[in-house]
């Protein structure tokens, strides 16, 4: 009887990990394309990545100090993952005012508005682009070519490869005879053209993802049906017309595709808890990608497609139920 009895509430079960582990992972994992990025745009890339950085830490000390009064949470570094990010989805010669925008849409809109981290709808840093793309499209598609550590004297400034390709179908012309009429391999046509900062470099990215899964901070079953849902798609289309319609290898390894199916339809907050939730998110991001690209007047539709399936989430929540513990 001389023993007392301790009663807690639940959680009981605590891992050893904590949101600013988390990030500090995913902060690692996007060191690589972070690096390619500057090694091909040079001191351009470098500094659109210490201003978006700098200016989501900053606008998010500023409302939590000043307009929530309560203690700062740059500290568990999201809002650095959040300018990371952002910084991904800027061209190199992104004004410094257009970032400082980008911030505060990303960071005071989309996160701050909602109650802070874990509470938004969502992804900032997605919410952030489309918003700088539809206000500032002449700033946010302009792919001049700026010297990097790294030479490219075959680059061509001015669209990406889907914008490319997108305009050479409207004009009348084909696939083929755009890469015949300008002496291009699909290989050289993937390298040659504009790009992001976080679109230079598939296998950076998909290398950080990698460590990603082996540090068990994401899963893989949501890339994994964005990437088999395009596959399948974009498949279908180029068997049935080659000749307007992008084959799987092209449509997985140009635009946002690996940025956004590894690091940003995964984020925590935005994305289905249970499997079966995630893997429909999933799908419905891939389908909504490749008709966007098919058929819409953008030529990439990443962000489009997990802002819009941002919104489901909520319902494969309620739909989809992980097992409870204990239960059969």
């Known amino acids: 009887m001389g023993k007392s009895l301790l009663v807690s509430p639940s959680p009981h079960l605590h891992a050893n990990v904590s949101t600013t582990s988390l990030m500090r992972d995913v902060i690692i994992a996007l060191v690589p394309a972070s690096i390619v990025s500057v090694l091909f745009y040079g001191w351009a890339a470098l500094l659109v990545f210490a201003l978006s950085i700098v200016s989501c830490v900053l606008v998010e000390w500023v409302i939590t100090k000043y307009l929530m009064k309560k203690p700062s949470t740059v500290g568990d570094l999201s809002a650095v993952v959040t300018g990371l990010l952002l910084a991904m989805n800027l061209p190199a010669t992104t004004p410094w005012w257009i970032i400082l925008i980008g911030a505060i849409v990303a960071i005071g ?21 489309v918003f700088l793309l539809i206000s500032f499209p002449s700033y946010m598609t302009n792919w001049t070519a700026t010297q990097g550590f790294i030479s490219r004297p075959d680059a061509v400034s001015g669209a990406t490869p889907l914008g490319v390709i997108k305009e050479a179908i409207g004009s009348g012309s084909t696939i083929p005879e755009y890469l015949a009429a300008n002496n291009l391999t699909s290989v050289t046509f993937l390298q040659d053209m504009g790009a992001s900062l976080g679109e230079l470099s598939s296998i950076a990215l998909l ?42 290898v092209f449509n997985i390894f140009t635009g946002g595709m690996v940025l956004g199916a590894c690091f940003m339809a995964t984020d925590y907050v935005t994305s289905p808890m249970s499997t079966l939730g995630g893997i429909i998110y999933g ?27 941002n919104c489901v989430v909520p319902l494969l929540n309620i739909w989809f139920h992980q097992k409870k513990y204990g239960r059969k």
């Open 109 to 129: 809109v989309a996160k701050m508005s909602f109650g802070g981290l874990g509470q938004n709808i969502f992804n900032p840093a997605i919410t952030a682009r």
């Open 207 to 248: 290398l950080g993802f990698v460590y990603l899964l082996v540090r068990k901070v994401v899963k893989a079953w949501i890339p994994v049906s964005i990437f088999a849902t395009v596959i399948l798609i974009s498949g279908i289309f180029s068997l049935i017309n080659p000749d307007i319609y992008t084959g799987p």
């Open 283 to 309: 799908v419905g991001i891939g389908v909504i990608v490749m008709m966007i690209r098919y058929f819409g007047s953008y030529p990439e539709g990443m962000s489009f497609a997990i802002l819009i399936m």
